[in-house]
């Protein structure tokens, strides 16, 4: 029990700071003066962003705010808007970043001194053409409004007030980043088919990519791989509006070299999504069963290929495209098949077809040995071969059989009388 107690803790350990390298956030303080709507006081934005981007790709930033007092009833459905927080960036483009956010007062309206949550605010930077880094820092002013939060007509003004880190946010840029040992893979999606209009969207989501491997494999037979993925925190996938909702499905691809493999298409499989509401965002990926089939013996090695997602995979309605460089590689061995592997579905016949039976007739020569090839010439004789010590003549067992059937036969004529008799 202790050795298992040392062991979680080290796992948690070792993993609570991989989850919290994912991201970078910061933490700005902004002043409100209210509106008829909200009353004065402070709201708090954590500022999220991936920790790096490759260069001259796109990352996207995003303010998640602290919850504001009503200051009056606030009906259900009421429009409410959310923009500013503007951000100085360094080394990227533009220079001043403005998020914006869309949302509604939830069912059920909010009462007056009711929490009220600023709808979420994204924007997105391009990241320069070169190897570097980029800095986000709020813009200090507290003479403007930097951040404007509305409900329905009213507005309440917010200036900035204090940040934390007092360094703001560096964010690398570098080549690579769309994989590593770490097995987290970031992915650009964006609406497919003619989808489009849509804010949430074009989106970079990071996914946390793992294959596991068939451990005997063999050549000329299909070897089956178990694709996972989880959505790293802080980053969304949601619903777009249109999104199929009857047995949706995600689509996964790898790319697979080595062992024969075929070059091409990609192997592929699906597996049905759970959960899924539109306007949500997607929580959680299923596995995905994908079959690989080596033709020689050998090393395959495989990496993650696009995602799409809907009821096609040709036409989906997300389409997510996993970088070129840098990806985690996932490997397994192949040996040599023990027989001619069946790819056949059909099933084996297992009734048999009688067979005639072959009969075949031998004809065996017996040699006598040297002992009874000898014959005795009976004394004072003739010379008649081994008629002297042949046994008894055959005639006595034809006549004793013919005596034994006579007797049989008269016995049944007696037997059939007396009962005539009887009768």
Known sequence: MSTLVLFVG???????????????????????????????????????????????????????????????????????????????????????????????????GIQPQGDFTPPEMTATLTAPSTAGSMTLMPVSTTTAAALQLKVGTDTADCTYSSVSPTTGISIDVKTGTGGGTDGIVTYDCDLGGSGGGDADYPVDVRIKVGMTTPTNATANADATITWTGTIQSGDTLKIPTGFPTNSPKLFATIKASGAGVPSSPNPSGEALLSNVTVGQNLTTLPSVSIKVKPTTTGTVTLTPGDLAFGTSASSPSIKCLAPTTSLPTFTFTVGSSTGTPTTSSTPTNTTSTPKPTKTSTATVTVTPSSSTKKSKTPKAGADTGGGGEAGPDGRMFILTGTALVGAAAVGGLVMRRRNATRG
């Open 10 to 108: 080290a796992v948690l350990a070792l993993s609570s700071p991989a989850q919290a390298a994912a991201d970078k956030t910061m933490e700005i303080t902004y002043r409100c003066t209210g509106g008829a709507a909200l009353t004065a006081g402070d709201v708090k934005a954590t500022v999220t962003v991936q920790d790096s981007v490759e260069p001259g790709k796109t990352a996207t930033v995003k303010w998640k705010f602290s919850a504001l007092k009503a200051a009056k009833l606030l009906a259900a459905s009421t429009q409410t808007n959310s923009s500013g927080g503007d951000l100085t960036v360094t080394g990227g483009t533009p220079a001043t970043l403005k998020g914006t956010g869309t949302g509604t007062v939830p069912v059920g």
